[in-house]
């Protein structure tokens, strides 16, 4: 006789500590538009009606980039998000920029949580031991299903290197196999779930080629799957950002097999009634912070977003803020995909924090045309790879002060086609006085006379918006695709 069952599995990923009600970009026809969106307390609304609905049939996982985002969270370096996501009734977690905090701090928040983080792939580098535990199995109604981890593996390979200090992380592609078989064989899983971290493109190879995964919840990128992918017998999800969405999977089973599938991209809507308890608890974390974050430092004409891949108009306003700051005849900054957007209007110090929460120093420094040109290919390989397992960035590095023409299919090194700087060509001996923030923006590799100024990111937008009222930051056609 077929022992028929089901388990209905809630995704969670990339919500970047956003606590509160903010506006999402959505695509409508050719035009975008903006509405409020998320919100912890919304998503416990919706995630206890599941529950209430399902009974005990029900798991809640996060992919990580949780802990980190928005000012609150930094400043307390993840604790206000502890008493947030302790509440929701999570079974598990990955992680990515919960290592902002250090190892140490991350390992600290980590202890603090009541449910597992979750990692197959990060070691200490003296011992070779594994920091958190691989694996977890939850027994749900007489079903045994099997929970990995894998963190982002791009952590101690692009990230400032504190964030990793002291330990080394790997793709997670030979550990795999071993942690699959070990809950098959000697677990006795029915269901194998995968909590990653590494992205979208890295998780559709790395399911292809380790086998025994049923459902892959997929992470970092910021996809909003409306359709499970199926991937030879994995089913791939992702479910945005911003906690503007959740990821609805309800699975069917014989004997301990997926032979059917319902899935639901939920959008966290305003109307959604807000969680009582949730609330409280926001409200709380967040009190310290209100009235300093709700200074109306500006105005905007522009909508900011970060959602275009060549180029942003967050971004742009953040680089224009920098060249006005310093003089300089560029600007770049790192990829970044959080940062939720900025409709045309007011503009908050809460919105300023938004855009660069760890409001990192402005740097300067001289670089050669050839510099910047080997700086602008590394990093066109790291986003267009064509192996997603060499894809180890955000997006595009944000750049402003420059064109660029370029061809994405082309092999490594031979993307560019021509630069100008202003409406000069690129010389390769002609040294450019260059602003950025973080090494992501400009890798301690490249250039000379690098300095960091008193200045930093928040400071200089604010300065930005009060000399341009209201300000605007429209895509200039940084990048070009020819």
Known sequence: ?????????????????????????????????????????????????????????????????????????????????????????????????????????????????????????????????????????????????????????????????????????????????????????????????????????????????????????????????TQPVEQGNTLVIQSGCHGSFLGRIDLELTDGKVTGYEHEMIEVEANITPDVDMTEIIEKELGPFKDKLNTMVGETATALNRYTMLESTMDNFLLQSLMEATGAQLAFSNGWRYGAPVIPGPVTLNDLYNIIPMDPPIGTVELTGDELLRMLEENLEKTFASDPFEQMGGYIKRSLGLRVYLKIENPAGQRIQQVFIGDEPLEGARTYHTSFVTEQGVPPKYGRERKELDIHAVEAMKNYLEKHKPMQAELRGTFIPV
């Open 1 to 225: 006789m077929e022992n028929k069952t089901s388990l209905t599995v809630i995704q969670m990923n990339d919500t970047h500590a956003y606590f509160n009600l903010h506006q999402e970009m959505f695509w409508e026809g050719n035009q975008e538009v903006y509405r409020p969106v998320g919100g912890y307390a919304r998503i416990a609304t919706l995630v206890k009606e599941i529950r209430a609905s399902k009974g005990d049939r029900v798991l809640f996982l996060d992919n990580g980039d949780t802990l980190n985002g928005t000012y609150p969270a930094v400043k307390t370096k993840g604790a206000a998000m502890v008493p947030v996501v302790n509440a929701l009734g999570l079974d598990a977690m990955s992680s990515h920029w919960e290592f902002a905090y250090g190892p140490s701090g991350f390992k600290k928040r980590a202890e603090e949580l009541n449910f597992p983080v979750l990692a197959i792939n990060i070691f200490d580098k003296k011992s070779n031991e594994l920091i958190f535990p691989p694996y977890l199995v939850k027994e749900i109604d007489g079903l045994k299903v099997g929970l990995i981890g894998i963190a982002s593996n791009i952590i101690d390979n692009t990230m400032p290197p504190f964030f990793s200090e002291g330990l080394s992380f790997t793709l997670g592609r030979e550990e795999l196999p071993a942690v699959i078989d070990k809950l098959r064989k000697e677990e006795k899983v029915d269901l194998v779930i995968l909590i990653s971290h590494l992205g979208f493109p890295q998780d559709m190879k790395l399911v292809n080629e380790v086998k025994g995964v049923d459902l892959c919840l997929s992470g970092h990128t910021h996809n909003r799957i």
